[in-house]
Every structure is written in C-alpha cells, then in structure tokens.
C-alpha cells in the first residue's frame, strides 16, 4: 500500500470511492474532505493545515485519510480527521494498513507528540481499530463525536 497526496491528477478518482450506505452517515464525502483541505482549521491555537492521501494498492484507490498538523497546538500536534476505505475493498485490512502508514509517518517526526481521532459513537468497527493500535477515549467528545488520543513520546 502507498499513500499519494490528492492532486490534480488523481481527486477524481479519490471523490469516487464510496462506503457502503450503511456507513454514509459515519464519514464526510471524500470531495468535502478534498475542498476542505484547501483550508485548513482554525482554534484557540492555531492553524491546523489538513493533509488530504489517497491510499492505492497496484495503482488502485482504495482508500482515503486526511490528517490535520499543527506543531504547536498543547494537546494534538496531529489530528486525524478522515479514514474510509472503499465498500469493495472493505474487510481486507486496508483500514489498519493505512493507519499505520499515517502512525509511522507521526512517529517519524519528534514534534508530534499526541494524535487525536474522533468517530460516531455507533462505530464499533473504528472503536475497536483504534484501540488495537493504542488510542485511548479520554472520555470526551469532539463535535458530537468519540474522541480518542494516542500518546506517541
């Protein structure tokens, strides 16, 4: 697997990818996620720049996650903000394998110290993903959704 910025050459294929209608409700459309990417967050702390991938198996999109970075913010340097995997590519692992390209690139820089997600409190598939690779529920919640945090250094 690889992720590959959403560019110009590839956003067409990524807003394609769809979960399955159950799940619609879970996950923003990956063409908002795209749009809003182009500007980013602001808080009590700072800008946060979202980073938008498409994630390809053999040059095909199966997948898609955005990440927020903001190396100054006290709690969440980063903060995922989108994880989904395609419906027909869903149940092959390709939802662990691209949390844990993002995980490793996190690791890889020693200003991210803390990484936040948030999912509906419903979602029992990303509750549990989550947990097996180390974050935590502090017990809040962010926007109406379950937050969780995962303390890198």
């Known amino acids: 697997m690889e992720l590959r910025p959403a560019a110009a050459q590839n956003w067409k294929a990524l807003i394609r990818l769809k979960v399955g209608?159950?799940?619609?409700?879970?996950?923003?459309?990956?063409?908002?996620?795209?749009a809003e990417a182009q500007f980013g967050f602001d808080d009590d702390e700072g800008h946060c720049d979202?980073?938008?991938f498409g994630a390809y198996?053999?040059?095909?999109p199966v997948g898609f996650v955005m990440y927020c970075i903001n190396f100054d913010h006290s709690r969440f340097q980063a903060f995922i903000a989108r994880l989904m995997v395609?419906?027909?590519?869903?149940g092959r692992g390709y939802g662990r394998e691209?949390?844990?390209?993002?995980?490793?690139s996190f690791r890889e820089d020693?200003?991210?110290?803390?990484v936040g997600i948030s999912y509906e409190p419903e979602n029992e598939v990303a509750r549990?993903?989550?947990?097996?690779?180390?974050?935590?529920?502090?017990?809040?919640?962010?926007?109406?959704?379950?937050?969780a945090a995962l303390k890198l250094r």
């Open 21 to 34: 209608d159950d799940q619609a409700h879970f996950v923003a459309s990956n063409l908002y996620s795209i």
């Open 50 to 52: 979202f980073h938008p």
């Open 57 to 60: 198996v053999d040059d095909q």
């Open 86 to 90: 395609d419906g027909q590519f869903q």
């Open 98 to 104: 691209i949390m844990q390209l993002v995980l490793k």
């Open 110 to 114: 020693e200003r991210i110290r803390n």
């Open 128 to 147: 549990k993903l989550y947990a097996s690779l180390g974050f935590v529920e502090p017990g809040e919640m962010v926007d109406g959704e379950t937050l």
